[in-house]
């Protein structure tokens, strides 16, 4: 829905980086999909709970859940068939893209924060 996969086999282009979590998304298990979303989701909570000046570790985890959260939903619109409201076919594509936007921003404070650890203080 949010990434379509091109199945042109001469496209001159590779597919980009959210059609290639999308191919990941549809192919892992149920089971990896919703420890993901549980488990990142939960373990970002947890984290922030407990420690909050530590809140750039749980950015991945957030990341990770945001993932299994797209991929439930992906799948869960695909196996529904034609039987569906449109109503449920936009609540669960706001649903995927605020997954995407969160999980997206996420990642990217994540390399922006690693970068900035790996470089160290910069003194001019």
Do not use: K, N
Not at 68 to 81: F, Q, V
């Amino acid at each position: 829905m949010i990434a379509s996969v091109d199945l042109d086999p001469l496209a001159t282009e590779p597919p980009g980086l959210f059609a290639m979590l999308a191919v990941r998304a549809r192919r892992a298990s149920d089971g990896a999909l919703a420890t993901l979303a549980g488990i990142g989701g939960v373990a970002a909570i947890a984290l922030v709970a407990v420690r909050p000046s530590w809140w750039a570790f749980a950015l991945p985890l957030v990341s990770a859940g945001a993932f299994g959260l797209w991929g439930i939903l992906e799948r869960a619109t695909a196996e529904r068939g034609a039987g569906r409201s449109a109503s449920y076919d936009l609540a669960v594509s706001v649903a995927q893209w605020v997954a995407v936007a969160i999980g997206a921003v996420c990642a990217i404070v994540t390399a922006f924060a690693l970068l900035g650890v790996l470089m160290g203080p910069i003194i001019s």
